[in-house]
């Protein structure tokens, strides 16, 4: 019985270990399997809803997590910590997103139905339910019209609620560019929104 509690309580406390403490237990031939479960457990719905939000169906969502955690695996021993591991996770399912649109000569597509969506900027204009609708389908509607690099700025900053710096390791750019798309993305919606 107490070995039993143990485990639950061990289960319950690797999802608090830190990255140095998940990638010293993968480094070690006897608990890398452990540690991989661990980040699965840790970070498959925060990616799920990344992929989502680029991809239109949960199987094809799902097939890309899928392939991101594969990659993930076979690279994982050469993670060097330049950026904590969420958001070398992160960039691995966004390419592996984007990859599958480009192969599937797809459009990139935001869903914005998920009632727990940030329409902070819209909050003013939001009165009853269908308002909020409709709000919600013009701005999906100005999302897409973003061209592609301002779009991805916009879904990380305002959607994914990133952090400047993470973004600029995944993006491979600076900050102060991040900056400015993200303002430009934000008056070209509120244009579109005819604020």
């Known amino acids: 019985m107490r070995r039993k509690l143990k485990r639950n ?18 480094n070690c031939e006897r608990t890398k399997e452990k540690a991989f479960r661990i980040i699965v457990d840790k970070f498959s719905r925060q990616l799920y809803s990344r992929i989502r939000a ?8 799902d097939d890309i997590l899928q392939n991101t955690f594969l990659k993930a695996w076979r ?6 910590g330049d950026a904590n591991l969420y958001t070398w ?3 691995i399912a966004t390419n592996e997103a984007f990859s599958f649109l480009r192969a599937n000569s797809k459009k990139l597509s935001v869903s914005l139905d998920d009632d727990n969506l940030r329409l902070d900027f819209l909050t003013s204009e939001i009165g009853d339910s269908q308002n909020g609708e409709q709000i919600r389908q013009r701005l999906q509607k100005a999302v897409s019209q973003l061209p592609e690099k301002q779009r991805k700025v916009f879904e990380m900053k305002y959607f994914e609620e990133m952090k400047y710096d993470d973004m600029a390791v995944i993006l491979n750019t600076s900050v102060g560019a991040l900056k400015a798309s993200y303002h430009h993305a934000v008056k070209k919606i509120e244009k579109l929104l005819e604020f």
């Open 9 to 26: 309580t061990f289960a319950k406390n690797t999802f608090f270990m830190s990255d140095e403490e998940i990638i010293a237990l993968f």
């Open 75 to 80: 690279s994982l021993a050469n993670f060097r």
């Open 54 to 61: 680029v991809v239109n169906s949960h199987e094809e969502a």
């Open 89 to 91: 996770l992160y960039k």
